[in-house]
C-alpha cells in the first residue's frame, strides 16, 4: 500500500515538474551606475545599466520567471518598471517609486522577481525614479512558448528598435530646474534609435546604427517608444510595415508606410526587403498635438542591403534614401493609423459594466502668491499643473502606497478619488479660467476584485489639448471607442468595437477628443494609472487603482518580499 502511494507521489511530482520543464529561470544583475556616454560632440555623466546605453535587452519566453538584482551604484535614489508586465498578484515586483515600493537607495539593492504569464511579444522595462528613464531602459522581449509559432510567417532576424530622446545635459537637472521655476522642462537636443542620435546631428554619423539584409529576407522590427515626452512617426524608406503586434497581443495584420507610436507602447512590424539592393534610412521624429514647444529633430538608422554597391560611382559612400513622415502636427495621419489596429481573434470584452467612470485629463495652472518670481515662471506667472478629474496627484514621501495599504498604515492616502469631474463643463472648448487650478491630493480609487471597468479618458483643453499616452500598470485593457470633441454618453457606446478592439497598456486620448477602454479588475493590488509623458507625471497626471483582494489565495496580493527597500 506505501508503495503505491509514494508511486502515485512520484508520479504527481513528474506531472508537476512537466507542467514547468519549458519554463525558465533568468537570473541578471543589473548594476545602475554613471558612465561616460559621448554624443553630440560632448561626453556626459550618464546613468547607465551595466555599462550600456540603452540597457541590456531581456529575452524570455511565455511562462519564465525572471530574477533581477538590482545594484544601486548611481548618486539618486532609483527603481526599474517592467513595462506591460502584468505582475499577477505581485505588485512587490512593478517598480514605481512610491507607489508599490520605496526607491532603491544609493548603494543598496533589490531583487525583482516576476514571472511571465500569459504574454508574449515586446514590452520593456525603464527606471520610474524622476527622469531617470532618459538613459535607464531596454527591451523585454516575450517569445512564445517551445513549440507555438508565430501567428505570422517566421521573420529571418528580429531587430528591436528603441526610440528615444537625449539631453545635452544631465536630464535630472533637466527636471529640476522645471520643478523649481513651474515653467516647462527643456525639450531634448535629439531623438535617437538604440541610443544614437544618426547622420543629421552633429558629431553622430560615425555612430549611426545600421542594420543589414539580405534581399528577399522578411525582418520583424520590435519597436518601442521609449522617449520621455514625443510620441512619434516612425517609416522605412520605400518599404511597407506590415503591423503584427501592439503591446504585446498580436493584431490583425496590416501594411502601413508609417506607424504612429506614443511613449510607453510598442509596435512589432514586418519588413521584407523587396526593394532595390540599396541603402535606406528609417527614420522618426515628433508628432506633436500640443500649442508648446517639442524637438522637432529627426533620427535615422540604416536598412543596409549586403548586396548594395557600397560606393557611388565618384567613390563617395551611397547616400540613403529617406522616408515620406507625416508632419509633425498631422493629427489625421494618426488618428487613421490607431483606427486601424484590430485584435487578431475575437476579444473577451466585459459587456456588463460595473463601474463606468469618467476621466477628464490634461493640464492646469496653480496661481502664485508672488506671480512671476524666480518660482512662477509658468504662463502668466504661474506653476504648471496637470489632473485627471481635477485631482493632482502627489507621490507620497513617508512611505509607498502599497506598503501602507498592506501595513494598514493610514493618513498616506485617501479611496475617495472622484469617478467623474466635480464640475461639467465643456472640456474641449473654451473652458472658464476659474476651471485651471486643479486641487493637489493622493487619492486612490477603490475596484472590487472582478469588477468589470469602463474608463472614459477626455483630453481637455485647459492651457492646451494634447494626446497623453495614459498608461495602466498590472493590466492590459480593450480599447473600445475614441473620438473628437466631448463624450456623449448616450450615442458613443453605440459605435464601441465589442468583437475585435485592440489591446493595450498604454492609449492616448486624441487631442481635444476621448478614448474609451474596458478591463476586468482581476489583478489585486495599487496599480498607477499615469500620463506617459514625463514632464506631465511630476506635474500631477496620475492617479492609482486600488483593486481589492478577493476570494482565496489566487486572488490575493501575494506578501512583500523580505528586502523590499525601506522608506
Given at each position: 500500500m506505501e508503495y503505491h502511494k509514494l508511486f502515485f507521489a512520484i508520479l504527481l511530482l513528474f506531472a508537476f515538474l512537466e507542467s514547468f520543464a519549458d519554463a525558465a529561470l533568468h537570473f541578471h544583475e543589473f548594476v545602475i551606475e554613471a558612465k561616460p556616454v559621448k554624443r553630440l560632440c560632448r561626453t556626459h555623466s550618464t546613468?547607465?545599466?551595466?555599462?550600456?546605453?540603452?540597457?541590456?535587452?531581456?529575452?524570455?519566453?511565455?511562462?519564465?520567471?525572471?530574477?533581477?538584482?538590482?545594484?544601486?551604484?548611481?548618486?539618486?535614489?532609483?527603481?526599474?518598471?517592467?513595462?506591460?508586465v502584468r505582475q499577477q498578484r505581485n505588485p512587490w515586483a512593478d517598480g514605481p517609486e512610491f507607489v508599490t515600493q520605496c526607491p532603491i537607495?544609493?548603494?543598496?539593492?533589490?531583487?525583482?522577481?516576476?514571472?511571465?504569464?500569459?504574454?508574449?511579444?515586446?514590452?520593456?522595462?525603464?527606471?520610474?525614479?524622476?527622469?531617470?528613464?532618459?538613459?535607464?531602459?531596454?527591451?523585454?522581449?516575450?517569445?512564445p512558448k517551445l513549440g507555438s509559432p508565430y501567428p505570422f510567417p517566421m521573420p529571418k532576424r528580429e531587430i528591436p528598435i528603441l526610440l528615444g530622446e537625449w539631453w545635452d545635459r544631465n536630464p535630472m537637472n533637466v527636471l529640476r530646474l522645471a520643478l523649481f521655476t513651474g515653467?516647462?522642462?527643456?525639450?531634448?537636443?535629439?531623438?535617437?534609435?538604440?541610443?544614437?542620435?544618426?547622420?543629421?546631428?552633429r558629431c553622430s554619423s560615425k555612430e549611426t546604427a545600421i542594420f543589414p539584409v539580405e534581399a528577399g529576407q522578411t525582418i520583424l522590427l520590435r519597436i518601442i517608444n521609449s522617449a520621455m515626452n514625443e510620441e512619434m512617426f516612425f517609416g522605412v524608406a520605400n518599404h511597407k510595415l506590415t503591423v503584427v503586434a501592439v503591446d504585446s497581443a498580436y493584431t490583425k495584420p496590416f501594411a502601413t508606410n508609417v506607424i504612429m507610436i506614443a511613449p510607453g507602447q510598442t509596435t512589432d512590424v514586418l519588413l521584407t526587403a523587396d526593394q532595390t539592393p540599396?541603402?535606406?534610412?528609417?527614420?522618426?521624429?515628433?508628432?506633436?498635438?500640443?500649442?508648446?514647444?517639442?524637438?522637432?529633430t529627426t533620427t535615422t538608422a540604416i536598412l543596409e542591403y549586403i548586396s548594395a554597391p557600397f560606393r557611388a560611382k565618384k567613390g563617395q559612400s551611397l547616400k540613403p534614401i529617406f522616408p515620406q513622415l507625416p508632419g509633425f502636427n498631422d493629427t489625421a495621419s494618426a488618428t487613421a493609423f490607431t483606427a486601424r489596429l484590430r485584435s487578431l481573434s475575437k476579444a473577451k470584452v466585459p459587456l456588463e459594466i460595473?463601474?463606468?467612470l469618467f476621466f477628464t485629463v490634461g493640464l492646469g495652472l496653480m496661481n502664485c502668491t508672488n506671480p512671476n518670481s524666480r518660482r512662477c515662471q509658468g504662463p502668466n506667472g504661474t506653476r504648471f499643473a496637470?489632473?485627471?478629474?481635477?485631482?493632482?496627484?502627489?507621490?507620497?514621501?513617508?512611505?509607498s502606497l502599497m506598503q501602507a495599504y498592506y501595513q494598514g498604515q493610514p493618513g498616506i492616502f485617501t479611496t475617495d478619488f472622484p469617478p467623474f469631474p466635480p464640475v461639467q463643463f465643456d472640456y474641449s472648448g473654451s473652458v472658464p479660467r476659474g476651471l485651471w487650478q486643479p486641487v493637489k491630493a493622493t487619492k486612490l480609487f477603490k475596484l472590487k476584485y472582478g469588477s468589470k471597468v469602463q474608463i472614459v479618458f477626455q483630453d481637455t483643453s485647459i492651457v492646451t489639448v494634447e494626446?497623453?499616452?495614459?498608461?495602466?500598470?498590472?493590466?492590459?485593457?480593450?480599447?473600445?471607442?475614441?473620438?473628437?470633441?466631448?463624450?456623449?454618453?448616450?450615442?458613443?457606446?453605440?459605435?464601441f468595437n465589442l468583437i475585435d478592439p485592440p489591446q493595450r497598456n498604454t492609449i492616448g486620448t486624441p487631442p481635444g477628443g476621448w478614448v474609451a477602454i474596458r478591463f476586468e479588475a482581476d489583478n489585486p493590488g495599487i496599480w498607477l494609472l499615469h500620463c506617459h509623458l514625463d514632464s506631465h507625471l511630476p506635474w500631477g497626471l496620475a492617479t492609482a487603482l486600488l483593486v481589492e483582494n478577493g476570494v482565496g489565495k489566487l486572488q490575493t496580493v501575494q506578501p512583500p518580499p523580505l528586502d523590499l527597500p525601506r522608506c
Open positions: 546613468i547607465t545599466v551595466n555599462g550600456q546605453f540603452p540597457g541590456p535587452t531581456l529575452e524570455v519566453r511565455d511562462g519564465d520567471t525572471l530574477v533581477i538584482k538590482a545594484i544601486n551604484r548611481a548618486r539618486y535614489n532609483v527603481t526599474l518598471h517592467w513595462h506591460g537607495r544609493p548603494g543598496q539593492s533589490y531583487t525583482y522577481q516576476f514571472t511571465i504569464q500569459n504574454q508574449e511579444g515586446t514590452l520593456w522595462w525603464h527606471a520610474h525614479s524622476r527622469w531617470l528613464r532618459a538613459t535607464v531602459y531596454g527591451a523585454l522581449i516575450i517569445y515653467a516647462a522642462p527643456n525639450v531634448s537636443d535629439a531623438l535617437t534609435i538604440n541610443g544614437q542620435p544618426g547622420d543629421l546631428y540599396a541603402r535606406y534610412y528609417m527614420a522618426a521624429h515628433a508628432y506633436n498635438t500640443a500649442n508648446a514647444p517639442f524637438d522637432n460595473d463601474e463606468s496637470a489632473s485627471i478629474n481635477n485631482v493632482s496627484f502627489v507621490f507620497p514621501k513617508r512611505n494626446d497623453h499616452p495614459m498608461h495602466l500598470h498590472g493590466y492590459q485593457f480593450y480599447v473600445v471607442g475614441s473620438g473628437f470633441g466631448n463624450f456623449d454618453p448616450k450615442n458613443d457606446p453605440a459605435k
